[in-house]
């Protein structure tokens, strides 16, 4: 079984920093893409940002300038650090990672983690 476990979010107020990580625990050959995604009040699930395993990244317009994703390969673990936080930014924050569970199978599986709360105060 694999699991995904987020921490990092909390209350910050408009301008400040917080760093989100998520890391990857159970059985599993290799973790291709991870990423972050968010969902606020109301709204569907976006993308936030993505990294591959090889350290490519991708950010959505409303985050680029302020979110860096990076990743530890070594932990299974992804970080999404976020400056310049703004209030529009609150949302539930997801991981999601994109892992090979089995060396003898070319299948690729999709997980998320249970979300972490971000707010940002104006």
């Known amino acids: 079984q694999v699991q995904l476990v987020e921490s990092g979010g909390g209350l910050v107020q408009a301008g400040g920093s917080l760093r989100l990580s998520c890391a990857a625990s159970?059985?599993?050959?290799?973790?291709?893409?991870m990423g972050w995604y968010r969902q606020a009040p109301g709204e569907q699930r976006e993308l936030v940002a993505h990294i591959t395993s090889g350290g490519s990244t991708n950010y959505a317009d409303a985050v680029k300038g302020r979110f860096t994703i990076s990743r530890d390969n070594a932990k299974n673990t992804v970080f999404l650090r976020m400056d310049s936080l703004k209030p529009e930014d609150t949302a539930v924050y997801f991981c999601?990672?994109?892992?090979?569970?089995?060396?003898?199978?070319?299948?690729?599986?999709?997980?998320w983690g249970q979300g972490t709360q971000v707010t940002v105060s104006s």
């Open positions: 999601h990672a994109v892992i090979r569970k089995v060396l003898w199978r070319p299948d690729l599986d999709h997980y």
């Open positions: 159970g059985s599993f050959f290799s973790i291709n893409a």
